[in-house]
């Protein structure tokens, strides 16, 4: 399997734009996380499905943030409008009943 | 509440040095996973270790070993006979129950291991 893909890797965008997140599992798992890591809070989870059901989005920081996984083989994070704040690696991870997390490479976005 | 800290946010050591890096967690759960991923610098988060919560016998893999032990919510984790590429960011995790019956992973804030040739 080739693991947990996301796209892009690298995203540069003015404030204000809207920005979309990408990220395909590992096929076969059924629960997906959303983390966004900064130096300050580490690894912060934004949200998480199972069985492409949205379950917990405390992580999600304001309104402006936004994740779908129309199904099990694809998800989206979206921010719009975005902010230089948000300015971070958001990373992707997929897992399955042995509760181990598979990790994208992770979208370093950049917002000025 | 679910929680992971690593208080140490950055250690230096010389090589062949030994270090350990700390891990606390808190959680109400009776059942439920621990685990250590290193990120080097390429930023990739790299599977090392899962302990679930019944199973407290220290576990060895060449240089890393994990203690774990419940009376003190500790899994620790040390380096022996550190090596230059074992610089990285170290995070320690717990998986947690969630909404509905799931579970999800709560990170720690990461310790940034420098070993230094």
């Known amino acids: 399997d080739a693991g947990v893909i996301q796209s892009p890797r690298h995203e540069v965008t003015e404030m204000g734009q809207e920005v979309t997140l990408r990220c395909k599992p590992i096929?076969?798992?059924?629960?997906l996380f959303w983390y966004r890591q900064t130096m300050m809070r580490g690894l912060e989870l934004l949200i998480y499905?199972?069985?492409?059901?949205?379950?917990?989005d405390s992580g999600m920081p304001e309104d402006r943030f936004s994740a779908k996984m129309p199904n099990a083989s694809f998800s989206t994070l979206k921010i719009q409008p975005s902010e230089p704040r948000d300015s971070a690696v958001y990373f992707c991870a997929s897992s399955f009943r042995d509760r181990r997390a598979f990790f994208g490479q992770g979208t370093r976005l950049t917002v000025v | 509440a679910q929680k992971v800290t690593q208080a140490q946010t950055e250690i230096s050591v010389v090589e062949k040095e030994d270090v350990t890096l700390d891990c606390v967690y808190e959680?109400?759960?009776?059942?439920?996973?621990l685990f250590w991923y290193k990120q080097p610098p390429s930023g990739e988060l790299v599977f090392l270790i899962r302990r679930n919560s019944f199973d407290e016998q220290n576990e060895i893999s060449g240089r890393y070993s994990w203690n774990f032990q419940k009376s003190t919510s500790s899994f620790n984790f040390t380096i022996t006979a550190s090596q230059v590429v074992d610089s990285a960011v170290y995070f320690c995790a717990l998986s947690a129950f969630g909404g509905s019956g799931t579970y999800k992973y709560i990170f720690g804030t990461g310790t940034r291991l420098k070993v230094l040739a």
């Open positions: 096929s076969g798992h059924d629960y």
């Open positions: 499905f199972n069985n492409n059901v949205p379950i917990d």
């Open positions: 959680t109400r759960d009776t059942t439920y996973y």
